[in-house]
């Protein structure tokens, strides 16, 4: 069973219609009405997503409850998480937190910063049935990656464009209004585009001592979970992401979640995996993506995926997938024509 932190029910709350009894809801998942608000403590997911149906069904504004409830969201609400967004140096580098550290507040959801040839996605992904509750959660946490962009960013923050898994609830001139851009429904992700410029802007308390302080302080935290089965995908999340600098070694990734490299190779058997496995999987992952997603010339994909040279990436994309990079984004186009 998954956990969202607590920090998502309480600010439901506030935003809830008055008549509804926002104390029987609150204890009804669990939660103490009189109790502070603790970020750290969490709650079921399935129960998370069966409240915010109930209150749906019972909130006459329901429809863009999950949007007040993401504009209402502040960096100090998340405690670590939030400070390190905040003194990140640049919107980039504040998303690139979340990547890396939205363990701390859910363990159903990551987050994944994809460039492309449009600008910058920030996807989120979320597993779980595609229900009521999950499809407002998931609004919900767009809205507010917009809100805690907007308040750390030096030139204010713009979404190029929004984008959602579900079909539109109704109407989407809310959530239009709401987000000031284009914004999709029925899609293949859940994500904000953000431009190139505005990912690249400084943050206005952007620190890097700072930045570092609370990126260790997270990794403690992290490294103190025990799911395990998360483990192997957040290592190869973190390869994936230092590949442009060459294949990382297995240091430096144990490093990024504050273990040893001989702790870390020893969790990963106990699970049945090997560093070199996931990092071959985690290149091939790459490359695929890279052709499918993008025009990069290959030149450019073979250096993202850690390869010196582009005839080295070719022999192993040959190995990883019966035939040359080429061929493949070839059979790919023709598939979409």
């Known amino acids: 069973m998954g956990q969202i932190t607590s920090l998502f029910v309480h600010k439901v709350i506030r935003q809830t219609d008055d008549s509804l009894d926002k104390r029987a809801l609150l204890e009804s998942i669990g939660i103490d009405p009189d ?3 603790d970020p750290k403590l969490m709650v079921a997911d399935t129960d998370y997503y069966d409240f915010l149906e109930r209150i749906a069904r019972s909130d006459p504004n329901a429809i863009d409850l999950p949007l007040r409830v993401g504009a209402s969201m502040r960096c ?9 967004w905040k003194s990140a140096l640049n919107l980039r580098g504040s998303c690139k937190r979340a990547e890396r550290y939205a363990r701390v507040l859910t363990s159903v959801t990551t987050y994944e910063v994809r460039d492309a040839q449009e600008g910058v996605y920030m996807l989120l992904h979320r597993d779980g049935e ?21 308040q750390v960013s030096t030139a204010g923050f713009r979404a190029e ?32 585009l953000i431009s190139r410029e505005t990912m690249q802007t400084p943050n206005k308390l952007g620190d890097q001592s700072i930045s570092q302080f609370f990126d260790r302080h997270l990794d403690e935290e992290i490294s103190g979970f025990s799911d395990e089965a998360s483990l192997e995908r957040r290592v190869r999340d973190q390869i994936a992401q230092s590949l442009s600098q060459g294949v990382p070694t297995v240091s430096a990734i144990a490093e990024c979640f504050g273990m040893s490299a001989r702790t870390l190779q020893r969790r990963l058997s106990d699970r049945g ?32 995926t850690g390869f010196s040279e582009q005839s080295a990436f070719n022999r192993a994309f040959k190995r990883w997938a019966g035939q040359t990079p080429r061929s493949f984004r070839i059979q790919l186009r023709s598939a979409t024509d």
């Open 161 to 192: 464009a929004i984008y959602f898994k579900h079909e539109a609830p109704g109407s989407a001139a809310a959530h239009v209004r709401h987000f000031g851009c284009p914004v999709h429904f029925g899609t293949d992700k859940d994500a904000l």
């Open 273 to 304: 995996h090997s560093f070199q496995t996931i990092v071959d999987e985690s290149r091939r992952e790459l490359a695929k993506r890279l052709l499918k997603e993008t025009g990069y010339p290959l030149a450019e994909i073979a250096f993202l």
């Open 35 to 37: 109790a502070p608000v």
């Open 76 to 84: 100090d609400d998340y405690g670590a998480f939030g400070l390190a």
């Open 130 to 150: 595609r229900g009521l509750g999950l499809r407002l959660s998931n609004e919900n946490s767009i809205a507010s990656i917009a809100a805690i962009s907007q």
